[in-house]
């Protein structure tokens, strides 16, 4: 899985990652916990309502919001796209934040007096949408107790729901209940957009700091497995020699036999002292290009392609360049398979 079409699952990782490192490094982590008495009771502290979504306390905690934000979260933005994913994460803390709020006033006395620091209400609203739109994609048994791909990813809910218990448990229902509010489109919160200023504005100086977000180039080089009999058996240097490269390139379209007799007497006119060789190699290219393939139905490449390509490719060797040219067509297409083999 990449970050492909998902730049605010990235910023929101990255983000939570050099937070809570800078919160840790100047040893003001006691800033960013939500508690009412007597934070905000006594020293009016309100700003601590935003704060505590910044940072996480516990190098683990935050190793498990970002493999939580890394699986679900790049599934739900693209399932709703940046724009509406961003208006998400923004509708969804602030309505967590006022719950928050509110539930410290009513069950302060039953022992609900504090909040972790982190952005676990917003993590429980995702995995909330997680759980309800994303399918499973294969099903099993442990000790007979079915379990689903998606099962991982709530065990590590789990463990950010208990943390710190009563306060993590409280904000997982809270982000659970805002994720819930949300999808029930009470008071048109689907319908909310970011302006599209600010959309413009981070589109331009926030998405180019989070770096490239197309997946990773796959190479179409491909390499047989050697057995261990082979390798017993086979000397070192013959083993070299004997490997054979596979490439899943497609291959062109075999030229036809009036373009093979046309570059055969292009060839001849181009260098006439070739034919007087005693092997009559021009000859035999000619006679090979009117048919396309030798005796044995497999190209027979000339001296002069080999030459070529041993030229252009001095570090392949020289069988992996012959078997190369009688596979295919032409010393183009040959020139195209090897390049394509070394990306």
Partial sequence: MSFEHAPVSKGLMVGLAMSSILVGVFDVKHYFHLQLVPHISRYYQYWRLGAHHLAFSSSSELFIAEILLYNIGIQIERQFGTLKFASYT?????????????????????GLNHFPSGPTPLIFSIMYQYHRIVPSAYS??????????KSFNYVFALQLAIGYLPGSAAAALIGIFA??????????????????????????????????????RRSNRALPDETATDSDTRPAQQTDDDEEVITTARRQPAPSTATHRNRAEDS????????????????????????????????????????????????????????????????????????????
Wanted: proline share 6%; glycine share 8%; charged share 15%.
């Fill in 90 to 110: 923004i509708v969804t803390t602030l309505l967590a934040t006022f719950v928050e709020f509110l539930s410290l006033i009513l069950f302060h006395r039953a």
């Fill in 179 to 216: 994720g819930q509010i949300y999808r029930s489109d009470l008071a048109n919160l689907k319908g909310y957009r970011l302006p599209p200023w600010l959309a413009s504005w981070s589109s331009k100086y926030v998405l180019p700091l989070l770096g490239s977000l197309r997946p990773a």
């Fill in 268 to 343: 001849l006119r181009a260098d006439p002292q070739r034919g007087s060789g005693t092997g009559g190699s021009v000859v035999r290219e000619w006679v090979e290009g009117l048919t396309g393939r030798g005796q044995s139905g497999i190209r027979i490449p000339t001296d002069a392609e080999i030459a070529q390509l041993t030229t252009m490719f001095p570090d392949i060797q020289r069988n992996v360049l012959v078997e190369t040219l009688q596979r295919s067509p032409n010393i183009e297409s040959a020139v195209e398979t090897l390049l394509s083999s070394q990306q």
């Fill in 140 to 149: 099993f048994r442990i000790f007979g107790l079915p379990l689903t791909n």
